[in-house]
């Protein structure tokens, strides 16, 4: 069966492809139109599809639209309600459900040669939980979804069987903890549904100061569900400007919301866990991103191992989606890796850069190159298989630098234009992970935060935050042989088994995916090398 996943309704719009049960690719709309999340998720925009991903899901596999057999849109207005019906201030809404009800006619515009009838709405939370639970290598499981909303709800819980969901709970709106962390986010100066991951770190400098008055605003129900009310934000502390320094209690207030998130969050697995009794848990929805909540669950929840969905947001809910939809024809399997997206060969890459007339060389082993360059403090730009699916470099379109200088956490944030209290992730051997960090282990998807060993945390500091943790990303060899090759080079020059980890792009704009954002991010940016594939591309000779 040829199933194609869309997400377009909300943000992060994105497309993936299920063939005869089995993932082959999946991408979101911004790494190919270059517009940070796709689009804003405002009623306006909702008419936008992702066509360009979903049409390069179908030329990567030789596919037509008519060749579909079905596609799986990850919303059904059939289960929607006026705003005003569930609470939600939104007038605009409405424009939101109609071009739902009318994304097969756009879908097959789009995509001429698809046939209309062969759309498939599939509840928003629904797609959630199949792209954890279906996704995960695990099919027996609980799941949990948390994010802002979908059609009237913005929580569900269940339980998969052989990959056969039961759906166990579920919160209708308004009541919302994604809404709840939207808001504050917006509070803070930050873009709301964009940078609610500032929110996160921020509260790593705070203490929660204003968990108790917050508690009077979100509470458990006891049966599954939670309840929320408007937060009078600004009556705890003012608002922040956007681009204005932020103060001791504006740290205070996003530790207290982190807090609180983390109390719900606990009291909705253990009532999963009495119900399933299962051991292992899903995760998806947006706030399934936020790993230090997920690290709370790992360390005082009741299940014994934790899987989140890599892209756990919106956009992945178009693969939720497709295997859904494929689930119910063929047995479907877990997701191999998150490399979904695009990918070049060896000469392909060397013809971008013939044709941008860089010098260049082709040493004898990148891995080793980068290595050598990494030991003497360079910044490098790695560029190799496959771009990840979802918001987290994974050592395919990653920036790397040295973790033993404390200074290259500001030089990083510098030459990427954040804010100077965001931290970056260290990327260690699977096998060497235990040794350094204390946490869920493996974490292929850096997902979660590990404490840092007393006696690695003054020999790393670039990747230690200010709590003392780091968001680790574990690397396997078999998996990823040469950005393991690149680390054990970096371990015989150096003695550290680290590598500092960050996103391969500038501030505001999406992670870079083809070889002219490598180019033009390398151009733009204090980069010294850009290793492209088995290519090496030095500063030095460029702008010699």
């Not at 954040?418 to 990327?427: D, G, L, N």
Request: proline content about 7%; charged content about 25%; glycine content about 8%.
């Amino acid at each position: 069966m040829r199933v194609l996943g869309i997400n377009a309704l909300f943000h992060d719009p994105s497309a993936a492809l299920v063939l005869d049960g089995r993932v082959v690719a999946a991408a979101e709309e911004e790494r190919f139109s270059r517009r940070k999340h796709g689009k804003r998720p405002v009623p306006f925009s909702a008419w936008e599809l992702p066509e360009l991903s979903a049409r390069w899901c179908l030329e990567h596999t030789g596919l037509d639209p008519s060749d579909l057999d079905a596609v799986a849109y990850s919303y059904d207005p059939g289960l929607a309600l006026p705003a005003d019906r569930v609470g939600l201030d939104d007038p605009f809404d409405h424009l939101r459900q109609e071009y739902a009800r009318r994304s097969p006619e756009f879908l097959a515009e789009a995509l001429p040669g698809l046939d209309p009838a062969k759309v498939r709405f599939v509840p928003h939370h629904i797609a959630h939980a199949a792209s954890a639970g279906q996704a995960s290598p695990h099919p027996d499981c609980a799941v949990l979804v948390f994010d802002g909303r979908g059609e009237c709800g913005s929580h569900l819980a269940g339980r998969y069987a052989n990959r056969e969901l039961t759906v166990l709970g579920a919160q209708s709106l308004p009541h919302s903890m994604g809404l709840f962390y939207e808001e504050l986010t917006q509070h803070l100066g930050f873009l709301r549904s964009s940078d609610e991951f500032k929110v996160m770190a921020l509260a790593s400098y705070g203490r929660p100061h204003f968990l108790d008055r917050l508690r009077e605003y979100v509470t458990l129900d006891g049966e599954g569900g939670f309840r929320t009310r408007p937060v009078p934000w600004a009556s705890l502390v003012p608002p922040r400007p956007s681009g204005s320094a932020w103060t001791q209690a504006h740290a205070d207030i996003a530790a207290s919301a982190q807090a609180c998130l983390e109390e719900v969050l606990l009291g909705l697995a253990r009532w999963l866990h009495d119900r399933t009794g299962e051991a292992v848990l899903t995760l998806a929805g947006g706030v399934a991103l936020n790993c230090v909540a997920n690290t709370r669950l790992h360390r005082d929840g009741p299940f014994e191992r934790i899987w989140v969905q890599p892209a756990a947001g919106d956009a992945g809910t178009a693969l939720g989606a497709a295997l859904h939809v494929a689930q119910q024809k063929e047995a479907v399997e877990a997701m191999p890796t998150a490399a979904l997206g695009r990918g070049w060969s060896d000469a392909e890459l060397r013809a971008w850069l013939e044709r941008a007339a860089v010098p260049y060389e082709e040493p004898d082993d990148i891995a080793e190159t980068v290595a050598e360059e990494l030991a003497r403090d360079g910044i490098v730009a790695w560029f190799q298989g496959r771009s990840e699916y979802g918001p987290r470099a994974l050592g395919h379109r990653s920036l790397l630098a040295h973790p033993g200088r404390a200074g290259n956490l500001e030089r990083l944030n510098a030459v990427k234009g954040r804010e100077e209290f965001r931290p970056v992730a260290p990327m260690v051997l699977a096998e060497r992970a235990a040794e350094l960090f204390d946490g869920p282990l493996p974490s292929p998807y850096m997902l979660f935060v590990h404490d840092v060993a007393d006696g690695w945390r003054k020999r790393i500091p670039a990747v230690v935050h200010v709590d003392g943790t780091a968001r680790v990303q574990t690397v396997d060899k078999v998996d990823e042989p040469l950005v393991a090759r690149m680390l054990e080079g970096f371990e015989r020059r150096t003695g550290l088994p680290v590598v500092v980890n960050t996103s391969l792009n500038t501030a505001g704009r999406p992670m870079v995916d083809d070889p002219r954002d490598a180019l033009e991010c390398f151009g733009s940016a204090p980069v010294d090398l850009l290793a492209l594939g088995p290519f090496a591309i030095r500063r030095r000779r460029v702008f010699a």
